[in-house]
């Protein structure tokens, strides 16, 4: 157990991990304040040892740290991984690859959504984390040795966790499965911010054209203005100001002011000023260029269908052990309904296999769900029209 704070120190430890077959990783930072995660503490442990990182020690050089992240000869095993490789693609342009999820891996394993890294070391290893650490000061020099203790344990169990799982896949033959899964937090788009894109978080909210250019421009700019600042969103609008904003398009500093969701005194700020230009700048927008509205009936046939699909998820997910989530979303359910053809993962690969082509036969009357001993039951009929 040690805390590594000289880059002699890192170098010889990454040296050292680099010889075996995976790594553990896990990460300690703060993001309250900041738009950008602050990284503070870095974790490894291999089955031979373990040490934590002062990732803001004066004078670290991390470049160890990526390159052994790099190795391909080494896989790099985290739970729950999105903000912790958020976090190296900001700061070296690096998603370690490959990589094991051990949170996707229960899900493929059958131990449901969202599973904690605690309930998996306790289901797996009969080991209770201690999680009093948890919400201490990672920024706060010098670290505690309660707060090293912490962290180096947090990943010594994830070792054994992986082990546990990973036998778990290959039993089951599923590491295709995770495989499948990884891909998506292997591509470095899934970290790049994009403000352009920001508001797609509320497309819901849109109703007509002007709808969608207002929601654009104004979390396009509210996006771009909290990197550029690095404090959070909420510190430059709030979500309900943003989407209340939007949808009234104020094109005044007055008619923002009236608005009862916008900041206290937001029409003599630059803020206001900013806002407004954002709302002329979607009044400017042609309407041929913008994304169109799409809405999959929730009401009548296809509202029906969709929860009879949700049905046969929730049966496809307990029969074959496998989390619903993984399977399909809300969304896909939607897009099947719609589309017999719908491009959506759910109707291709191992989904297809065990919900997507029964989805199919169901939306074709080929199916039937039914109860049998208090569980959903999937009922075939021979006597099915063929249509």
């Known amino acids: 157990m040690s805390l590594i704070a000289t880059n002699d120190e890192l170098s010889a430890v990454a040296e050292r991990m680099a010889r075996h077959d995976f790594v553990a990783v896990d990460t300690e930072f703060l993001r309250e304040t900041t738009f950008w995660p602050r990284l503070c503490v870095v974790q490894l442990a291999t089955d031979e040892e373990a040490a934590a990182i002062d990732a803001l020690a004066d004078g670290l050089d991390l ?6 992240l790099a190795d391909q000869n080494v896989v790099k095993v985290f739970h729950a991984a999105r903000q912790d490789l958020e976090i190296f693609w900001k700061l070296a342009r690096l998603v370690p690859h490959p990589l094991f999820d051990t949170q996707v891996a229960a899900m493929v394993c059958g131990f449901g959504e969202q599973v904690s890294y605690g309930e998996l070391a306790q289901a797996l290893l009969g080991v209770t984390i201690d999680k009093s650490s948890r919400f201490t000061d990672w920024a706060r020099r010098p670290l505690s040795e309660a707060q090293v203790a912490y962290a180096i344990a947090d990943v010594t169990h994830l070792c054994g966790v992986y082990r546990a799982l990973n036998k778990q896949l290959e039993k089951s033959g599923r590491a295709a499965w995770l495989d499948d899964e990884m891909k998506v937090l292997d591509s470095p788009s899934t970290y790049e911010q994009h403000p352009e894109r920001a508001w797609e978080r509320f497309k819901s909210r849109a109703r007509k054209p002007r709808d969608v250019a207002a929601l654009m421009e104004l979390a396009a700019w509210r996006e771009a203005e909290a990197q550029a600042r690095d404090v959070p969103r909420g510190r430059v609008l709030k979500d309900d100001a943003l989407i209340d904003i939007a949808l009234a398009a104020p094109r005044s500093l007055e008619a923002l002011s009236h608005l009862r969701s916008a ?3 937001v029409e003599r700020s630059a803020t206001g000023e900013a806002i407004v230009a954002a709302m002329e700048r979607a009044y400017a927008r042609d309407p041929a260029t913008l994304p169109k509205i799409e809405r999959t009936a929730r009401n009548g046939g296809a509202g029906a269908m969709v929860e009879l699909l949700k049905v046969l998820l929730k049966q496809a997910s307990e029969e074959n052990g496998v989390a619903a989530k993984m399977i399909a979303t809300v969304e896909d359910l939607e897009a099947i309904a719609a589309d017999d053809k719908a491009d959506v993962p759910a109707l291709s690969g191992w989904r297809r296999r065990v919900f997507g082509a029964r989805a199919l036969e169901l939306k074709r009357g080929r199916l039937a769900l039914t109860v ?16």
């Open 263 to 265: 900041p206290r005194g």
């Open 372 to 387: 049998e001993n208090g569980k959903v039951a999937v009922l075939e009929w021979k006597d099915a029209p063929t249509a």
């Open 63 to 68: 470049n160890p740290l990526f390159r052994l």
